[in-house]
């Protein structure tokens, strides 16, 4: 599970910023006219032209990634694109065998896990600045779906619609500015990278090499709707949330140094790819602050325990983590974790006895070659009642 799960008129402006060195430009309307018509200045190229590849060279490792990809999207497909591929183009699927240890998953069953996220509309405040602030109206819904519903263990379907305020402080360096040979390099290796793995690498080193520690944040306001599998337990949740991250995109990152998570996993690179041990500056962990109003009048569990069917304050707290750990073949695998926790605030008595008044969840995801993917995860999320520890084998599929 990412995170919150990285790009730029969300950060596609961003992404335009720190990948093409130069500043934003745009013209005409502020929806997708005006993402046709963002060009980067330092190479002349248009956005919408430039290769998917390079648009994600540096975010693959980011967990941050939730507003700017249904952005990026947006920027990147033609206005020819069809319909129903571009809708596909949101989801991304995980099917999966899980069996857990204890709860109600001891036998193993087969689910999947998705995750759907697409920009309504979006915009740029300040597009001729080198930090513009972004602004976009998405929607959202991820959980997971077992075949059998009462053997879900992560019984949570989750759906939203949100206003987010963005924007990427730092990236290129202000002193830095491009030679007429340094240009014309920079548009061969974006040409080249879209079948060619090796320029697709040297393109990401381009990329950062006049590069600065870069801090991102998420402002957001939604409505949500959470509920279980079998639509027995539902609630709305209305709040905001803040969502903040710092990225040095530089290979060799002084700062990488500070990122001790990254440790084990830098040593582990070391190792099998026959580099050296360098802690990266690129996965430094994504944290969400929220805070939600709840409205428990659908929840009939709760209802059973307190008939107060008043709306309450939650807080939540979610933690995500993904950094590389081996290249198979031309394939970058990866291992990302991620920790929620949710506590309401002022819980009654019976509430706080029945011990549904907060819930935690780690998961933790390995790649594995062609897509295949392991996982665990302990804990439960709002709406289960129950901790589970569940096994999982599944299989990436992006569309």
């Known amino acids: 599970m990412d995170f919150p799960g990285f790009h730029r008129i969300r950060w596609a402006v961003w992404c335009a910023l720190v990948l093409f060195s130069a500043r934003a430009v745009a013209q005409g309307d502020a929806t997708n006219d005006t993402a046709a018509a963002t060009t980067a200045n330092t190479n002349s190229i248009p956005l919408k032209k430039a290769p998917e590849a390079v648009l994600q060279a540096l975010f693959r490792e980011d967990t941050f990634n939730g507003v700017t990809e249904p952005v990026r999207r947006r920027i990147t497909q033609s206005d020819h694109t069809n319909g129903f591929l571009g809708f596909l183009n949101d989801w991304h699927l995980r099917p999966k065998i899980f069996q857990g240890n204890g709860g109600v998953a001891e036998a193993a069953s087969l689910g999947f896990e998705f995750d759907y996220k697409k920009a309504l509309a979006s915009t740029t405040l300040r597009q001729s600045s080198r930090q513009p602030i972004g602004f976009s109206l998405a929607i959202e819904a991820k959980g997971d779906v077992a075949f059998d519903a009462d053997r879900n263990p992560n019984n949570l379907l989750e759906s939203s619609v949100g206003l987010h305020l963005f924007q990427g402080i730092g990236g290129i360096d202000p002193l830095y500015s491009a030679t007429k040979e340094a240009q014309t390099n920079l548009q061969r290796l974006i040409m080249a990278s879209t079948t060619n793995q090796a320029a697709y ?3 990401a080193k381009e990329f950062t090499a006049h590069m600065r520690p ?10 949500g709707f959470e509920t279980d599998q079998q639509f027995h337990d539902k609630q709305w949740a209305y709040g905001g949330k803040l969502a903040l991250v710092f990225r040095d ?7 990488g140094w500070f990122n001790v998570f990254d440790y084990p996993f830098a040593a582990f690179r070391a190792l099998a790819n026959k580099e050296k041990f360098q802690p990266s500056g690129r996965t ?5 602050v929220g805070l939600d109003l709840v409205d428990p009048t659908g929840n009939d ?10 709306a309450y304050p939650r807080l939540r707290v979610e933690v995500g983590f993904k950094t590389p750990v081996l290249r198979w073949r ?7 974790a991620a920790f929620r926790h949710f506590q309401e605030l002022g819980a009654s008595s019976a509430i706080q006895s029945a011990d549904m008044d907060r819930s935690d969840y780690f998961v933790v ?3 594995l070659p062609y897509k295949f993917n392991i996982s665990y995860s302990t804990g439960r999320l709002p709406l289960d009642r129950s901790d589970d520890q569940v096994y999982a084998v599944g299989w990436t599929l992006n569309f």
């Open 201 to 203: 690498i040297q393109a």
């Open 365 to 367: 995801k390995v790649d």
């Open 301 to 310: 569990s709760r209802q059973a325990i307190d008939a107060d069917d008043a």
């Open 249 to 255: 995109w530089r290979a060799d990152s002084e700062v």
């Open 330 to 336: 031309e394939e970058q695998l990866y291992v990302s």
């Open 214 to 223: 870069q801090f991102f944040y998420d402002l957001q306001a939604q409505v």
């Open 284 to 288: 430094f962990p994504s944290v969400v």
